[in-house]
């Protein structure tokens, strides 16, 4: 008998049913013609654990010596292969991961039927929004080939998988600044066995964006400040607004501090600063995954600097004397 896993396409290598090879011309039916005939009731049945071959012969095995033709039939435990890759398996670290750092995909061909697989293929196309780090593909030396193609943004191996003796092929991909915040990167390794056994593996990596900051009010190097203008920080995402801090030196006192309802933008009133005075301010706080503030378009620290003191003008009544 044999099977396919993928639907007939192919085929693994046939496996032994029969307890013996038996001879078909002992004892050979004949039908109404004079015909040698071996029966029509051949068959097959399964369930998830075995296959039931059935068929017609005139075997002996130990209690048929007339050889007079009979129904065998075989008992085929379903995992009783040649080849078995089901075992392998693809991980990727980290499990989360920041625009433009690498992940490290690695996967495990592992054999667990008897022979070898001569031919194993791998085959592991890059997610999208990544780019393959040129040099990281790697595994054992001396043990088949591999390479990247850039047309097809694929990762590509083959050569034998011993049983007992797993061919670990690793790579790395870089994540494009671009990706978006909790954006999964997923992609699947398709491997063959080479003997008709087709496997697909999946791994997967979550993308955390951290949180900068957009602008501020008053904006760095801004002048002319007014002593009781707030503090104003935009950020780029949600944060977690128990982990802010924020200091400004020197240091008016009387803070406090109000969020808009997304949680990204802060607003923060202090006692009348000094006039004509430099302040220099900073800000830290973590988004929800704990990730602290990173570099943006706005610098964090920032300075700026006050308002002079208002003119004051004096004016006195012009008095008059005499008659003139």
């Given at each position: 008998m044999t099977r396919s896993f993928d639907d007939g396409q192919t085929w693994v290598p046939n496996?032994?049913?029969?307890?013996?090879?038996?001879?078909?011309?002992?004892?050979?039916?004949?039908?109404?013609?004079?015909?040698?005939?071996?029966?029509?009731?051949?068959?097959?049945?399964?369930?998830?654990?075995?296959?039931?071959?059935?068929?017609?012969?005139?075997?002996?095995?130990?209690?048929?010596?007339?050889?007079?033709?009979e129904i065998f039939i075989a008992l085929v435990p379903t995992d009783l292969l040649q080849v078995d890759l089901s075992p392998s398996l693809k991980t990727v670290s980290p499990a989360q991961v920041a625009p433009g750092e690498a992940l490290t995909f690695s996967v495990v061909l592992a054999n667990t039927g008897p022979d070898e697989a001569p031919a194993a293929r791998l085959t592991d196309t890059l997610p999208v929004s990544t780019t393959y780090v040129a040099g990281s593909l790697s595994f054992?030396?001396?043990?088949?080939?591999?390479?990247?193609?850039?047309?097809?943004?694929?990762i590509t191996w083959t050569g034998p998988v011993s049983a007992g003796v797993p061919v670990t092929v690793t790579f790395q991909a870089t994540v494009g600044l671009a990706v978006a915040d909790h954006q999964v990167i997923e992609n699947v390794a398709h491997i063959a066995d080479g003997a008709g056994g087709l496997y697909e593996r999946t791994a997967a990596a979550e993308v955390l964006v951290a949180p900068f900051v957009v602008s501020t009010s008053p904006g760095d190097g801004e002048s002319g400040v007014p002593v009781?203008?707030?503090?104003?920080?935009?950020?780029?995402?949600?944060?977690?607004?128990?982990?802010?801090?924020?200091?400004?030196?020197?240091d008016p006192g009387g803070w406090s501090a109000t969020w808009s309802p997304d949680y990204t933008v802060v607003t923060l009133v202090h006692s009348?600063?000094?006039?004509?005075?430099?302040?220099?301010?900073?800000?830290?706080?973590?988004?929800?995954?704990?990730?602290?503030?990173?570099?943006?378009?706005?610098?964090?620290?920032?300075?700026?600097?006050?308002?002079?003191?208002?003119?004051?003008?004096?004016?006195?009544?012009?008095?008059?004397?005499?008659?003139?």
């Open positions: 496996i032994r049913a029969s307890a013996q090879t038996w001879d078909w011309s002992l004892n050979l039916p004949l039908d109404g013609s004079g015909y040698g005939f071996i029966g029509d009731y051949q068959g097959i049945a399964s369930n998830n654990d075995f296959d039931f071959p059935f068929w017609n012969a005139t075997a002996n095995l130990g209690e048929n010596a007339e050889n007079y033709q054992p030396p001396g043990v088949g080939t591999g390479g990247y193609d850039p047309a097809t943004r694929a009781g203008a707030p503090l104003v920080v935009t950020f780029s995402a949600p944060v977690v607004a128990a982990t802010l801090h924020y200091t400004t030196t020197p009348p600063l000094a006039y004509l005075e430099v302040y220099t301010a900073r800000v830290t706080v973590e988004d929800a995954e704990g990730q602290a503030l990173v570099p943006g378009p706005a610098p964090n620290p920032w300075t700026f600097s006050t308002q002079g003191p208002p003119t004051r003008r004096l004016y006195l009544p012009l008095v008059r004397k005499g008659g003139g």
